[in-house]
T-cell receptor
Framework: SQTIHQWPATLVQPVGSPLSLECTVE??????LYWYRQAAGRGLQLLFY??????ISSEVPQNLSASRPQDRQFILSSKKLLLSDSGFYLC????????????FGDGTRLSIL | GEDVEQSLFLSVREGDSSVINCTYT??????LYWYKQEPGAGLQLLTY?????DMKQDQRLTVLLNKKDKHLSLRIADTQTGDSAIYFC???????????FGKGTRLSVIA
């Protein structure tokens, strides 16, 4: 069966520090991978999605970036965090073998001080 | 652009049925989903329906789709306290495209 791992679960970072959140998927190949952010108002905002290695689509201009160095690995990064980057970050996968609907990781709660 | 609307709150008594409603604007939506989010957790896929279906039932969950009115509903029979969570409606054009989410309906179950 397929599983998705996302870490860390919680993170507290100072303003201006760098960020690296990692997400990996097991049990499938060539999945579509997604990063979403959920702010305090509960809505989910799509940040990035990827249909293959090295292919990244950005939905919202911001100081975040994403990379997909391997088929089942998706990384969310920032060089300098802003206060407004606080939120709950969710990784998801879909498609792949069997054209699966999107399944989400457990999320990373990021607090910027 | 695409939009998905849900009411923000719903309160029901334990044992009653809950009905959570959702409307969407994109008539080309092919896949419609319901996700559940418990406090501090990620989103759990509950069920999904293709646009060529009217209804899908899975144990206590029943999804109804009115494609003409672009209206989707999730009925939870015999609602339990463990059903208290935020429920998100979402749509996508295909199984490989990003989802557009509603803002979520917070379901509170009163014992």
């Amino acid at each position: 069966s397929q599983t998705i791992h996302q870490w860390p679960a919680t993170l507290v970072q100072p303003v201006g520090s760098p960020l690296s959140l990692e997400c990996t998927v097991e049990g499938t190949s060539n999945p579509n991978l997604y990063w979403y952010r959920q702010a305090a108002g509960r809505g989910l905002q799509l940040l990035f999605y990827s249909v293959g290695i090295g292919q990244i689509s950005s939905e919202v201009p911001q100081n975040l970036s994403a990379s997909r160095p391997q088929d089942r690995q998706f990384i969310l990064s920032s060089k300098k965090l802003l206060l407004s980057d606080s939120g709950f970050y969710l990784c998801a996968w879909g498609g792949g073998q069997g054209n699966q609907p999107q399944h989400f990781g457990d999320g990373t709660r990021l607090s910027i001080l | 652009g695409e939009d998905v609307e849900q009411s923000l709150f719903l309160s029901v008594r334990e044992g009653d049925s809950s009905v959570i409603n959702c409307t969407y604007t994109d008539s080309s939506s092919t896949y419609l989903y319901w996700y559940k989010q418990e406090p501090g957790a990620g989103l759990q896929l509950l069920t999904y329906i293709f646009s060529n279906m009217d209804m899908k039932q899975d144990q206590r969950l029943t999804v109804l789709l009115n494609k003409k009115d672009k209206h989707l509903s999730l009925r939870i029979a015999d609602t339990q306290t463990g059903d208290s969570a935020i429920y998100f409606c979402a749509e996508s054009y295909s199984g490989n495209t990003p989802l557009v989410f509603g803002k979520g309906t917070r379901l509170s179950v009163i014992a």
